[in-house]
């Protein structure tokens, strides 16, 4: 059996929101496995979701940029160890600087980012050490996206000034009605955090992993197995409208629309969501100490 140590329980509160001794009832009865505790404590009803990122800590923002004709969008997060750095006027110069360079010279990865050159000659790569020595604090280029359509239109829209970011890719012809339309779908993606663009995006072993996960709390409840079936059809449909961005109620509808009814002629093609430090962890802070003599007590 592996062992349960109260870094593991700090993990598993973290990402399910349950209580310490029921994470680690969850934990000591499978192995310290924590995927399977994260399934046991949803099962039980003790975790309504899991935060799929995990734990969300690292500073910095996110950049965006998009072409003149909208056929072209560069979305970046740029990482700091502090908001304070973030909030610096050469750190953000630098992300503005990336993200129009991205799309002049045709960048798709980080890789042939760091090695562009900026207009005095230095690599992309030499002048962030350059501003890192500068400012003296750690700063990295965490990941980069580049959204190109074909037919139709992109559009960006920026969150809480900076912390998240979103482009939307979308059929049809980027005049002033359908960029409007197009920004207000990019901010219900900022705020609906949608996993899927639609259920043909659902693989099968998405779908059977929450299907029995809802069946199990279903058998919890005492619910008869005959009734479990026809209520796993309903919870399936629930799960849709709740996690793909067509189906998702639009954030600001009066009368019940879907997103993909407000679109109306326009439709979604696709999008990108970058929230700041999503998946990254801070520097440990001394609650695992915490947790350990709770436990110990």
């Known amino acids: 059996m592996a062992a349960v140590t109260a870094t593991l329980v700090k993990e598993l509160r973290e990402r399910t929101g349950a209580g310490m001794l029921d994470c680690k009832k ?32 690292a500073e ?6 998009v072409t003149a004709d909208h056929k072209k969008a560069v979305i970046l997060e740029f990482n700091s160890e502090t908001d304070f750095v973030a909030k610096n006027e050469e750190f953000k ?24 050159q900026l207009d005095g000659g230095k690599k992309v790569s030499e002048a962030l050490t350059d501003l890192i020595a500068k400012i003296g604090e750690n700063m990295s ?10 037919d139709g239109f992109v559009q960006t829209y920026s969150h809480l000034g900076g912390k998240l970011g979103v482009v939307v890719e979308m059929s049809g012809e980027a005049n002033e ?15 609906m955090d949608p996993k899927y663009l639609s259920e043909a995006q659902v693989t099968a072993n998405d779908l059977e992993h929450e299907k029995e996960i809802a069946r199990k709390q279903l058998e919890e409840e005492g619910k008869p197995a005959n009734i479990i079936e026809k209520i796993l059809i309903g919870k399936m449909n629930k799960f849709y409208e709740e996690n793909c961005l067509v189906d998702q109620i639009y954030v ?12 109306g002629d326009i439709k979604v093609l696709g999008f ?15 609650f695992a100490a915490e947790v350990a003599a709770q436990i110990k007590g």
């Open 272 to 286: 990108e969501r970058f929230k700041v430090g999503d998946g990254i962890e801070k520097k440990e802070e001394d």
């Open 93 to 116: 110069d630098f992300g503005r600087k990336l993200v129009k360079i991205s799309l002049e010279k045709n960048i798709h990865t980080l890789e042939e980012l760091n090695e562009a």
């Open 60 to 65: 910095g923002l996110i950049f965006d940029e």
């Open 252 to 263: 600001r509808a009066e009368n019940k629309e879907t997103v993909a009814q407000y679109a």
């Open 141 to 150: 280029l965490r990941r980069l996206a580049v959204v190109e359509a074909k």
């Open 26 to 57: 969850a934990l000591e009865s499978h192995d310290g496995d924590i995927e399977k505790a994260i399934d046991y404590l949803r099962e039980k009803g003790i975790a309504k979701a899991v935060k799929k990122a995990g734990r969300i800590a």
């Open 177 to 191: 009605a359908n960029l409007e339309k197009a920004k207000n779908i990019a901010m219900h993606v900022a705020a």
